[in-house]
């Protein structure tokens, strides 16, 4: 232990400690109460309560000071952004821990994106804990960059920053036993094994369980999320940009079975983010609905720190982290300063941390082989009807339609005035030249094209138009950027953010990001969409586990019976 | 995994279970609430909840079902039991697991003694989860068996039964940060580390805690237990035969806190395990006193599972062992139907578990050297003054008195008309031929001389006698014996208990145990004593760590400075 004795000689009060905040009122989530505290700081820890000698004194005069909020579960790669633009998003909030599963870096980079998110998460101002995706590929039926077996797992599991097997989403293939599956709950043994399982109940819940599986994030329903806890399941309370279960959850909590209980975004755009908030904005609202403040704080920090085993996160006592969050209102928390490791990283919504060295980036991912004169073209071959996908609106479930089709020369094309629009997905991680080709209803784009390198899971070129051409300049873009995020009309740019981080992230800081993703949107309603986030919808429109009809590189998807379909009826 | 395949589809429903409790009333301490439940158990373990086929069905008819209790620090030795008669005392008051901390048997065998818990504690009706004994020897100032460092710990922490490193008593020896205790805490990383800091408070406790240290179970004083909360220790609300907080430390109690907080018993003797009862007494007394039920059953079993990482006790959950309480009335906790990986093993207070093959037993432990005709004389050299040992009844402390002593032919000698007898303390490990001896007041004895093998924490012999004669009788007895209790008086074997394991432990059943000592303390009574356990405060005489006044086979210990000190004044 490095400094040990010099710790200790501190903590006993024979040398000056580092810190010291004085009159503060400790939101103490180990005693279950709050209780005027002086706390005192050396290398970065907490070293004791009472009145010690410091080098520098910080008085709160009466203010609130909790731990560091703590995510329990989050895709870093939702939010667009490269770890120390997320820190800058976040830690104003008062984060100062989140546990992340870097599923959609894995599906195209495999190992080595995993690599590339311990490295460049280190040393920032918030800290990261790493699950290891379980789901890689999520399904044979899309091509995706990496696959990823329990012996993959096993090289990386020992890190010290990785708390585990992440969300077992093939939840079928543990209740049946599979020795795939179950060999990915063996290789975390002793970390924590996470669960993904909307809707299981009853027997096939026991037997997820009874695997080895440990908690859930994708409860919806309130008696569902009860019988997951009755089970012995940690519950993820999400709040994220879109699945926002919080609410309908929230009479599960009472002070007997609390400490089971975490909060989690999941995903959550950037704006969200910087301006709703990320668990803070979780605590003001079980807050607001009547949940005791204490408890609130205790899901919001030791409940995630003692589930995944973040050691010394958490709680301020004696060997914790000095993640601090220092706050005035218990009944509207809003992170006046919040401190890292004893430094003042952000004050007033203000981030203060300094940059980190940058990350080598990791390989270039973008590498797609299509002949634009032919792949993206549908004969009608005289074809009475096809299949047609429909979005349903603010879901990820679509649903199948049976359409005839609009001809021109022999060629089925977009049709504007049905809103049934032309739907592309490029392989673009080995050059396969896999494309589908499929026809989709709810964009209402009139004209134009919106493209997108990220499509769950796979990651592949994802494009709707109303034209070949637009389809065609939109994939071009993407290939130039390197990834990204675009809306083109009559062969120009209308806005766009490129994400050459593997296709998924940018490497802009947050104000960029938020204010192309606005650009973004912006252009998508003037080319006639009126869908809330345009981008994600098309994003989601890949993910062949989830019903009713997609479209991968591997053509059109019957997601109820997980096989191929023939476009035609 | 055995079987996993097999008990995949039993939990699915496709395959019939071994066991299904039907209609109980759940303790889930889980979701914290007592919720109608139907269990099926296979291969000792829980599987799922739900309506199952099997084999075998119990029906509960609306009865309460908790999982077993647990025993968060317990000294096994403190029962003079072996651990198949502990079984047969504990677990028809419902304990399924008990955490020991071998100390005794440590301060007699070392690592030997350690390896014979480990077996002698396999397949019982109670699992035993052993903490790795920190202080042996407590002191240098008495000659034990043997002596453990961190180097020893390591080569046995590994173990999965291994729960972490045990009480570290020497408290200013962490605070202040000697090496040999930093490296014993560091030893048991990532298991539990336990503490023992009796009135321990302020910036020391800090540093205590600082240094690693996870839980303890010596306050005494509400405040003092609120300030180790706060500092994040897990508190063991003890309740033994002697030691019983409980009832001063139950306002910390709330249910914000409550998670951190589990039930020891840590000294328990044999016929008050056998009818006070164990954890359940612990249970009772909480709810008596306002606890709600199921906080005191979390109190009682999830807690000290998770803080001491029992995997798979603690709970009725898929994956748990089948560890079962049945029982009628949630306002006093009776345990009417005891299971052990779903068999059942006590009934109506009747235990009814197999007896397990015998371990083989450790080494012989008594050799002694002493010269009968001299050791035990004091000569009176002329002396005016000598220090005597002033029991207090009930406490572990003693005062020093200074008396001029009863001489005889140049002998001091003990003069029962002012209850000074005289005290002898003979090493029995190496045959060293240290002897000390001393005088003691308080036991009264008219006539005889009682003598133990068991006495803090070196566990040599220790006598308090009326005349020499008496003593070596005693002494002679013990020898034959191999250890253990004795009372004689006039040459004669007034009443006795063989303690042949490590001159520690009984080899006799439970009755036989409770019967003997029954007698001891009756012959004891007879002699004159009105101690109301006067063997248990006769083997706390030797303890060198607590003050004032102690006699090892070193000597007169002046215990409030930790060093010898000489009979005369």
Redesign the interface.
């Known amino acids: ?1 490095r400094n ?2 010099q ?3 501190i ?3 024979e040398k000056p400690a580092e810190l010291f905040f004085k009159n503060a009122r400790l939101v ?1 989530v ?4 709050i ?1 005027p505290a002086d706390v005192a700081v050396e290398d970065g ?1 907490v ?4 009145d ?1 000698a410091a080098n520098t004194v910080i008085d709160l005069k009466g203010a609130y000071l909790a731990p560091s909020l703590i995510d329990g579960h989050f895709h870093v790669e939702s939010s667009l952004l490269t770890a120390p633009e997320f820190a800058r998003a976040v830690v104003p909030h008062g984060t100062g821990a989140v546990v992340i599963d870097p599923h959609e870096y894995a599906n195209v980079l495999g190992l080595d994106g995993i690599r590339y998110v311990l490295e460049s998460t280190k040393n920032l101002a918030v800290d990261f804990f790493i699950m290891l995706p379980s789901c890689v590929p999520a399904t044979t039926l899309e091509t995706s960059g990496a696959r990823l077996t329990a012996d993959d797992l096993k090289l990386m599991i020992s890190d010290e920053r990785i708390a585990g097997v992440a969300e077992l989403m093939n939840y079928p293939g543990v ?3 599979m020795e795939s599956e ?1 060999a990915k709950i ?1 290789a975390g043994k002793g970390k924590a094994i996470d669960g993904h399982a909307p809707g299981l109940r ?3 819940l ?2 997820y ?4 599986v440990r908690s859930d994030h994708e409860s919806t329903e309130l008696e569902e999320a ?1 019988e997951k ?4 399941m940690h519950i993820l309370l999400r709040e994220g940009s879109t699945e926002r279960n919080l609410a309908h959850l929230l009479p599960l909590i ?4 609390a ?2 209980c975490s909060f989690a975004t999941d995903d959550k755009l950037p704006d969200d983010l910087a301006h709703e908030g990320h668990i803070d904005h979780c605590v003001r609202k079980v807050i607001a609905a009547g949940v ?1 403040p ?2 609130a704080l ?1 899901i919001a920090t030791i409940n995630a720190a ?1 589930h995944y085993r973040l050691r010394n996160f958490g ?1 301020v ?4 982290w000095a993640d601090f969050v220092v706050f005035d209102d218990l009944k509207n928390f809003v992170a006046r300063q919040v401190y890292k490791k004893g430094i003042l990283v952000a004050e007033n919504g203000k981030y203060m941390a300094k940059s980190p060295e940058a990350t080598h980036l990791p390989r270039s991912t973008m590498n797609l082989r299509y002949d634009a004169t032919k792949d993206f073209t549908v004969r009608a071959k005289g074809a009475s009807q096809i299949k047609v996908i429909a979005i349903i609106p603010d879901q990820i479930v679509t649903k199948q339609l049976i359409e005839t089709p609009k001809v021109e020369h022999d060629e089925i094309v977009a049709d504007t005035a049905r809103d049934t629009l032309k739907l592309v997905v490029v392989e673009r991680h080995r050059a396969t030249g896999k494309v589908g080709v499929g026809f989709v209803r709810g964009f209402k784009l009139k004209n134009g094209a919106l493209a997108s390198s990220v499509a769950h899971d796979a990651h592949n070129v994802v494009v709707v138009g109303t034209n070949d051409a637009d389809i065609i300049c939109a994939i071009q873009r993407l290939e130039k950027l390197q990834g990204g995020l675009v809306a083109v009309a009559g062969g120009d740019v209308k806005a766009e953010l490129g994400l050459p981080i593997a296709g998924l992230v940018s490497d802009k800081p947050l104000s960029e990001v938020i204010k192309h993703m606005a650009d973004l949107n912006a252009a998508a309603h003037a080319l006639g969409s009126d869908l809330a986030a345009p981008f994600m919808t098309l994003s989601f429109l890949s993910l062949s586990p989830i019903p009713e009809l997609k479209l991968t590189d591997q053509g059109l998807i019957d997601a109820v019976h997980l096989k191929q379909t023939d476009l035609f009826v």
């Open positions: 232990m040990v004795q710790k200790l000689a903590a006993r009060g103490n180990l005693s279950g109460e209780h820890r070293i004791g309560f009472g010690y209740f049946l036993g179950l063996e009853g027997k096939n026991n037997a369980v009874l695997a080895g009860r806890l009755r089970l012995g009472n002070t007997h079975n400490g089971n005791p204490i408890t205790q003692r709680a006592a004696p060997r914790f």
